[in-house]
């Protein structure tokens, strides 16, 4: 089918999603040969643990399905010999691939196929496409499933697409596409590849450990697979991304709804964890801000203070107007050098040069001249505020918390998390739950002050970006409105 060269479709359903500790409870495979010749091949299998009520409802596999089936052990020597010279194809190919390879590494199986992915092909040959999930794939090639979550099932619903792919974009163009997936990241050193090769291509945060368990780095992605391998270049030149990569022992994620997610759980989570390379977005106890008020000429003067980050409504709340989240003084006069610079603002009535008749600048032609009257005050406020505005601290929008929810459909092939409601108030991240019955739960921790969360500039800043998709929660249930 591709490449001259045998194809092994592969699903399979599992307990849950991480290899390490959960099982396979079925596998079902199609095998394609070069001279025409196609081969099915299922089978449930017993995965020596209960699988939970979300699974069995999920996949419609049953404890009592698979009670007397075999161990994966028992098929795994006449299913490595199908697999075997075979390149490997599934849908989120690392996830059916991180499930093999650590199941065949209990029988001291060395499974390392060529992969390809049909979520990565599907991206490749239709970019113009935002979803890419086995069900949205099946609906744009007016292919219906009997049933989904079913290892079978989704290998028809595979190999039907791939047929689709060949007869519309061509075959020399489906071949490309899989042979530029071939490419590996180098061997990590302390790493084994099947726990790189689980990590799912979807969004979320990673983290790196060190020797006893010291964590060394929280990272985001949208594509958590990537993102990690990149980490593994054998062209690394960072010398910090070199001591990295060394020094790491191993690894967890979290699977999140979608990039707003990954990136407040990321930035919450180096502030409270203080990881060792993670310096950029460590939280900081005050900073520095500036309030303008006017002189006894009417003047708006820059008075620069610090201020303290002890709770969350420690900046949104204040009466008074503030401009900038800067990390000390230093930085603040920096920024202001450069807003008087860049505008031609009068340093003598901001008060910061001491002179009789014109200021410097005027004399060099970089003042407006409100300090010899060639401009008036109003004028001179005007700009002044003008300049202002972008670092403008915005008073909360809502009168209680408001909830921003996310979903990201093509986890569902992942069996990752597909929606989350973020909770926020203050402009501070107090956490995000799947359903709004969580909701309740996680609002009484907050009033009784059990959460973690606090005003900080990065969340501050991004929550700005996303602060029109925020709504009351009675705006927010039964909405199917997402981010």
């Known amino acids: 089918m591709l490449l001259n060269q045998v194809c092994a479709f592969v699903d399979l359903e599992t307990t849950g999603t991480s290899p390490r500790v959960e099982a396979i409870t079925e596998v079902g495979l ?21 699988i939970s009520g979300f699974i069995q409802q999920l996949t419609g596999i049953s404890n009592a399905m698979v009670s007397d089936q075999a161990y994966f052990d028992d098929l795994a020597p006449e299913l490595y010999e199908l697999l075997n010279d075979a390149i490997f194809i599934a849908h989120n190919a690392r996830f059916d691939y991180g499930f093999l390879k650590a199941a065949f590494a209990h029988q001291d199986i060395h499974f390392r196929p060529k992969v390809v992915c049909t979520v990565k092909l599907s991206r490749a040959l239709y970019p113009q496409f935002k979803s890419h999930s086995l069900d949205s794939i099946c609906q744009r090639i007016n292919y219906h499933r009997e049933t989904s979550h079913r290892a079978m099932a989704d290998v028809e619903a595979m190999c039907t697409f791939v047929e689709y792919a060949i007869a519309d974009q061509g075959i020399d163009a489906v071949n490309a596409a899989a042979q530029s997936q071939f490419k590996r990241p180098s061997q990590p050193i302390h790493i084994a590849m099947n726990v790189i090769d689980a990590i799912p291509t979807v969004p979320g945060v990673y983290r790196f450990y060190g020797e006893n368990n010291s964590l060394l780095y929280i990272g985001k992605s949208v594509n958590l697979s990537e993102r990690v391998k990149s980490h593994f270049n054998a062209d690394l030149t960072n010398s910090k991304e070199m001591r990295l990569s060394q020094e790491i022992r191993d690894l967890d994620w979290t699977v999140t709804a979608g990039e707003l997610g990954a990136l407040l759980l990321e930035n919450q989570e180096i502030k409270i964890k203080s990881p ?49 989240l800067f990390t000390g003084r230093s930085k603040a006069n920096k920024w202001l050098d450069t807003i008087i610079a860049d505008n031609k603002l009068c340093k003598k009535a901001l008060g910061i040069e001491k002179s009789k008749g014109s200021c410097f600048n005027y004399q060099l032609k970089r003042c407006a001249g409100v300090c010899v009257e060639k401009e ?22 809502f009168d209680g918390p408001a909830f921003i929810s996310e ?28 359903t709004e019955s969580d909701i309740e739960p996680l609002m009484s921790a907050i009033k009784n002050n059990k959460t973690q969360s606090w005003f900080d500039r990065e969340t501050y800043r991004l929550l700005n970006r996303y602060i029109h998709l925020a709504r009351p929660l009675s705006e927010i249930i039964n909405d199917e409105i997402f981010v």
């Open 30 to 50: 199609r095998l394609y040969h070069p001279d025409g010749d196609v081969m099915n091949w299922q089978r449930l299998v017993n995965p020596g643990k209960s």
């Open 276 to 324: 060792i390379y993670n310096r950029r977005q460590r939280r900081y106890l005050s900073m520095w801000s500036f309030e303008l008020q006017k002189n006894t000429d009417g003047v708006l003067l820059p008075m620069l203070s610090d201020r303290p980050f002890g709770g969350s409504s420690e900046y949104a709340t204040f009466s008074q107007q503030l401009y900038g």
């Open 407 to 434: 979903s990201y459909e093509d986890h569902q092939d992942d069996l990752g998390l597909t929606r989350a409601i973020h909770v926020i108030d203050q402009w501070a991240y107090f956490g995000s739950v799947e």
């Open 376 to 397: 008036s005050v109003a004028q001179h406020n005007l700009r002044l505020l003008n300049a202002f505005e972008a670092e403008k601290i915005l008073q909360w929008p």
